[in-house]
Each structure stands twice: as C-alpha cells, then as structure tokens.
Antibody, heavy 119, light 107 residues
Framework: EVQLVESGGGLVQPGGSLRLSCAAS????????MHWVRQATGKGLEWVSA???????YYPGSVKGRFTISRENAKNSLYLQMNSLRAGDTAVYYC?????????????WGQGTTVTVSS | SYELTQPPSVSVSPGQTARITCSGD??????AYWYQQKPGQAPVLVIY???ERPSGIPERFSGSSSGTTVTLTISGVQAEDEADYYC??????????FGGGTKLTVL
C-alpha cells in the first residue's frame, strides 16, 4: 500500500525551530518529486515547498529563507526544517507525492502533522 | 506570482450537476488539478491534467478547460460529495498555487 506518514509536529515558541519528517512506503520514493503543503484551521491549502528527484528545491516567498526541504532516499524519508517560526506558520502540514514531472499535481497525501507556534 | 480564483461556495440538490470554476492567467499554459477534502481528512486528487480522472474516482467527476478557466463538474451529485474542492496549478518556475477552495453543499 502506498503510504505517507508525517511526524514531528508540536508546540513551539515564536522564533523557534522544528523539523518535520515524512516516511514513505509502498513505492519507489527516489523516483518521485515530493511536496509539503499546509493548512491553517478553517483555511485553504497552501503549498510550502517541493523537492525534485535530483534534490532541486522550490519555495514560495512566504517561507523562503526560513524553511528547508530535504530528502534521504536511503531511508525513504522527506524532511522539512522550519526556522524562525511565526504564529502564521501554525497549521496542519501534509507531505504529498508529486503525480508527475515538475508542474504536476499531488496524487498521494499523508494524514498530516500539526504545528502550533505560540508563546 | 499568479492567483487561482474559485467561488467560495456552490450549492446543489442531490442528483443535480455541480460546476466549480477556477480562473487564473496561467491556466492556458499549465495543467490544473482538482482535490476533494472532507472535514478532518487529507485532500484527495479527483482530476489531473485538466480532465483526467485517477483510478478509483467515480465517473461522475469530470474536468474541462477553456482559456483562463477550468471547471470541475460533478454529475448526479450525491450526499457524499459534500466537501471542499481546491484547484491547483503551477508556473514555469516550479512554484505551485492552490485556489482558495469551494465549499460544495448538497441541499
């Protein structure tokens, strides 16, 4: 079964850091681009970052310079290092598998991990 | 940066046809993708590359594209289709965007 399982969420103070992990199984992880997408309570989906199979990375302006996406193919794992966290980063964070080459959609999603930034 | 615009809400009666639109300047050049999200659940891809349906998605879900607007059509809406629906696309620089989401209410 194709599966993504996120972990690492929790409560962190403003300005703090957190590292999210996503464990992939049931498919050849190294062959797929991967994404992080977040959703604040009662709000819409927001794309956070993407990483290609060659390790190329992409970010929107809202997190660029604060968040770093990485992958470890030997461990079938995706990561999101989040620094300088703000209240506005509070959300459920999903990892998702890209459905095709760059510019495509996301065909497999995890259940999400919750990040709360608060003092 | 570009935007994808969706209506906040759409309401239909069971058995009727629901159409949810998504507008954006990049859509003539980039494919659109549609996701269904029910409360407390992760999104599910229901349409990819404007009009293709993943395996396991009911045939009543279809997609189309015309100029700067893409449309998700749900024919013969069922109560279980009540959910939030999001369109998504990407630009040529490798950044991705979601529409604001549309809440589909089945009356």
């Amino acid at each position: 079964e194709v599966q993504l399982v996120e972990s690492g969420g929790g409560l962190v103070q403003p300005g703090g850091s957190l590292r999210l992990s996503c464990a992939a199984s049931g498919f050849t992880f190294s062959s797929y681009d991967m994404h992080w997408v977040r959703q604040a309570t009662g709000k819409g989906l927001e794309w956070v970052s993407a990483i290609g199979t060659a390790g190329d990375t992409y970010y929107p302006g809202s997190v660029k310079g604060r968040f770093t996406i990485s992958r470890e193919n030997a461990k079938n794992s995706l990561y999101l290092q989040m620094n300088s966290l703000r209240a506005g980063d509070t959300a459920v964070y999903y990892c998702a598998r890209a459905s095709g080459p760059q510019g495509g959609g996301m065909d497999v999603w995890g259940q999400g991990t919750t990040v709360t930034v608060s003092s | 940066s570009y935007e994808l615009t969706q209506p906040p809400s759409v309401s239909v009666s069971p058995g009727q046809t629901a159409r949810i639109t998504c507008s954006g300047d990049a859509l003539p050049k980039q494919y659109a993708y549609w996701y269904q999200q029910k409360p407390g659940q992760a999104p599910v891809l229901v349409i990819y590359k404007d009009s293709e349906r993943p395996s396991g998605i009911p045939e009543r879900f279809s997609g189309s594209s015309s100029g700067t607007t893409v449309t998700l059509t749900i024919s013969g809406v069922q109560a279980e289709d009540e959910a939030d629906y999001y369109c998504q696309s990407a630009d040529s620089s490798g950044t991705y965007k979601f529409g604001g989401g549309t809440k589909l209410t089945v009356l």
